[in-house]
């Protein structure tokens, strides 16, 4: 116990210590101008692609991510994000002109960007590098300073990017603090201007409470069950082959992979055929072949492992089929790829995100059902749709709420920095990514500019007599 509080008092001082740098620091930040923060940017991308195989290397030690799965979605996220910002960040931090209400002619309104302060971006393990550093691109684009708190979960790529961000930035700017839940305790004591928090439902109201004591705004990337419909009209190998990618990528640990499948009865088997010959093509026919595949992932720690072997020994038990996988070794957190029907209602797989190589597949028969299903569920964070029939593909967006929709395709989405990210509700709160992030961080400050000439606004002023009356009574009519 006395260690326990030697441990929280040293990360409170410390935390403490660099917070006030950075508010003694911010104002210059604040300040630089677009063409400094494209600089910085510029030379950022060169640090992260330098960094490029150190990056691979760590998160490959963390959960066995491949090589290949850690470029397309970590390293090539962030290189993307900022060379987007890089193109666009001017004209984000330009004025943007508005129209001023003709009560009030003569002055000029306008929109002014200007950065949040100091901000707390707290991480997730499950993309260790891609959500600490997509994130931090928008807070520099906006011009803060920030403190970042990544996951103990994957302590070699903590330990990379904590190197990376002394190496690139003085502490006054940008500073990381890798340790457990206590350091998360300690930052969110303190009155940051804005929290960017990706993780689970459940924290991310733990962390609005905090943020609340402070009056500090939020960005909250949460999760949740995100369905996927299969119509009658779809492409079901296509289909097949696009849900079996997004799903099994980092061993299903992503909140935007699909965590249910319903599919129109006239699909449901063919489905789960090219579904097996995908995962065959992909990783392998057997559990030894998809154990050695350079391609597929494992579980991050053992605690999740059981997790999610739980669920499936849960609907198991109470009479789903296995379709295919279910093949576990504890001594790897090993977990093949597990294909789910016939999935009683009461399972806890239908109940709990998933967050792993596990998919249940529910087939309907009428177009109702399907949507029935989603919204008497929370707001999913992502949503996937496969028919060729436009009129099913509008009434499944119109009937459903998503924080985001692919149309014959899977969590791509992601990939577009000209399109917000982000849940609502219980999936989230606000948005990020490309001007979205950068919005996140900043605050959008209304100015409006009156020449010192005189102007009709004296009308407005007292005495409130009776020809006052008779203007507003005019101006009420025609301007208000």
Avoid at 252 to 274: M, N, R, T, W
Avoid at 357 to 378: A, C, F, K, M
Wanted: net charge positive; glycine share 6%; with cysteine.
């Amino acid at each position: 116990m006395i260690e326990v509080a030697e441990q929280k008092t040293e990360a409170k001082s410390e935390v403490k210590r660099v917070f006030d740098l950075q508010q003694a620091n911010r104002l210059n930040i604040n300040q630089t101008t677009a063409r400094e923060r494209i600089d910085k940017l510029k030379k950022l991308l060169q640090f992260v692609l330098q960094n490029q195989e150190n990056i691979k290397r760590a998160i490959y030690q963390d959960f066995r991510k491949p090589g290949s799965e850690v470029d397309l979605t970590e390293i090539y996220v962030v290189t993307s994000e900022i060379k987007h910002a890089i193109s666009h960040l001017k004209k984000w931090t330009k004025l943007k002109k508005v129209s001023t209400p003709l009560a009030f002619a003569g002055a000029k309104s306008y929109i002014q960007y200007e950065p949040k302060g100091v901000v707390l971006i707290i991480a997730p393990w499950n993309f260790p590098f891609n959500l600490v550093f997509g994130p931090l691109i928008s807070a520099i684009a906006a011009g803060n300073c920030v403190m970042i708190k990544p996951s103990e979960m994957t302590p070699h790529t903590s330990a990379l990017m904590t190197k990376m961000i002394e190496e690139f930035f003085p502490e006054n700017e940008v500073a990381i603090f890798e340790g457990d839940y206590k350091v998360s305790e300690e930052l969110l004591k303190l009155p940051f201007n804005h929290i960017f928090f990706t993780g689970s439902p459940q924290v991310g109201k733990i962390v609005m409470k905090a943020a609340a004591e402070n009056l500090a705004s939020v960005t909250l990337e949460l999760g949740g069950k995100s369905p996927v419909i299969i119509d009658e009209t779809a492409d079901v190998k296509e289909s097949a082959e696009k849900v079996a990618w997004t799903k099994f990528i980092n061993n299903g640990q992503i909140c935007i992979a699909p965590d249910y499948v319903l599919v129109h009865e006239s699909k449901h088997d063919s489905f789960i055929e090219e579904f097996k010959k995908v995962v065959g093509k992909f990783y392998g026919n057997s559990s030894e072949e998809i154990k050695t595949s350079p391609d597929y992932a494992r579980i991050v720690n053992h605690r999740h492992y059981q997790r999610i072997k739980g669920l499936i020994e849960d609907a198991r038990e109470k009479g789903a089929k296995i379709e295919m996988g279910a093949d576990f070794d504890d001594t790897t957190d090993f977990i093949s790829p597990t294909l789910i029907t016939k999935v009683p209602e009461n399972a806890k797989v239908l109940e709990e995100e998933i967050f792993g190589p596990v998919l249940p597949v529910l087939p309907y028969s009428q177009t109702q059902e399907p949507l029935d299903y989603i919204n008497s569920r929370p707001i999913p964070l992502a949503m996937y749709i496969f028919s060729k029939k436009k009129k099913n593909v509008k009434n499944f967006l119109s009937a459903t709420t998503a924080g985001g929709t692919c149309v014959n395709d899977c969590g791509i989405h992601f990939y577009n920095n000209n399109i917000p990210f982000g849940g609502s509700n219980n999936s989230g709160v606000g948005k990020s990514h490309g001007f979205f992030g950068f919005e996140a961080f900043s605050n959008a400050r209304s100015v409006m500019k009156q020449p010192f000439k005189k102007n009709g606004i004296h009308l407005l002023m007292p005495p409130y007599n009776v020809k006052f009356k008779q203007i507003m009574r005019e101006l009420t009519i025609k301007y208000f």
